[in-house]
């Protein structure tokens, strides 16, 4: 009897968790929705786009530096020690290549945005919120949404790819530079191997899902910033979870962003 009633309430217990998530993943499409119906409508707010796209995109370029080139260096080495017990050490170029460019660039480039500009959003608009000043713009007639959210996704949405480019760059410059001058791979095999197995669809594939991640991103991080309530501990709850969730959704959107991807490139 105990058993039974401990494993209906585990039930009860997951029950509660699926509602809760799909309550929550169908409140934030509800509001990404407006986002379409604001973009087109003017005012056009150039500088608080030009704004955002500073800050999301210039201020993230270091980290993303720093990140693309580690992410090579360590991709060269893991796959050169896999692939040189079976003796195809010339590989490691183009497998590193095709890593970085279809998946690796496009998704740790997206988690290290949801943790900076995703968070910072979150905390800068729940700021607004509890201060009052978003009511204040209501109450002037400016659409809040329009305002604050719009520049911040359509900034996110262009920044990504450009992000993930040069995470794709500096990866490859750092895979570069193990592959021939720590572990002493030929050059021209290296390069003739990535021309042989890479194609334009690769890069394609990256930067695609990037531009939907980059959005993903952003409208988290606006609805959680828009969400809070209670204070400086609302701020706090709220940006947590628009870390939590963009991460979360990046990652589930990969999988079938590249279930649908991998068919038409």
Do not use: C, H
Request: overall charge positive; cysteine-free.
């Amino acid at each position: 009897m105990r058993e039974k009633k401990k494993a209906r309430g585990l039930i009860e217990g997951l029950g509660r968790s699926v509602v809760k998530i799909v309550d929550g993943v169908g409140k934030i499409m509800t509001y990404g929705s407006q986002f379409f119906y604001w973009v087109a409508r003017p005012p056009y707010r150039w500088k608080l786009l030009f704004e955002q796209l500073y800050f999301i995109g210039n201020k993230s370029m270091g980290i993303i530096l720093l990140a693309g080139s580690f992410t090579g260096m360590v991709m060269a080495y893991q796959v050169y020690f896999g692939f040189q017990i079976i003796n195809v050490d010339s590989l490691v170029g183009v497998v590193t290549a095709i890593s970085l460019t279809k998946e690796l660039a496009p998704v740790i480039t997206g988690l290290i945005v949801a943790g900076r500009a995703g968070a910072a959003m979150a905390a800068q608009i729940g700021t607004m919120k509890v201060t009052e000043q978003v009511d204040s713009l209501e109450v002037m007639g400016v659409d809040s949404f329009q305002y604050l959210a719009v520049p911040r996704i359509i900034a996110t949405t262009i920044a990504m790819p450009m992000l993930t480019a040069m995470f794709n760059l500096f990866g490859n410059i750092g895979s570069w530079w193990v592959g021939t001058k720590a572990l002493m791979i030929d050059e021209t095999i290296y390069f003739s191997k990535i021309g042989d197995f890479m194609s334009l669809g690769d890069l394609w594939q990256g930067l695609i899902k990037a531009t939907f991640f980059g959005f993903i991103i952003s409208i988290v991080g606006t609805y959680y910033g828009f969400s809070v309530t209670n204070g400086a501990e609302g701020v706090g709850k709220g940006t947590n979870l628009a870390v939590v969730w963009g991460m979360i959704l990046v990652l589930v959107s990969d999988y079938f962003l590249t279930s649908f991807l991998i068919r038409i490139l």
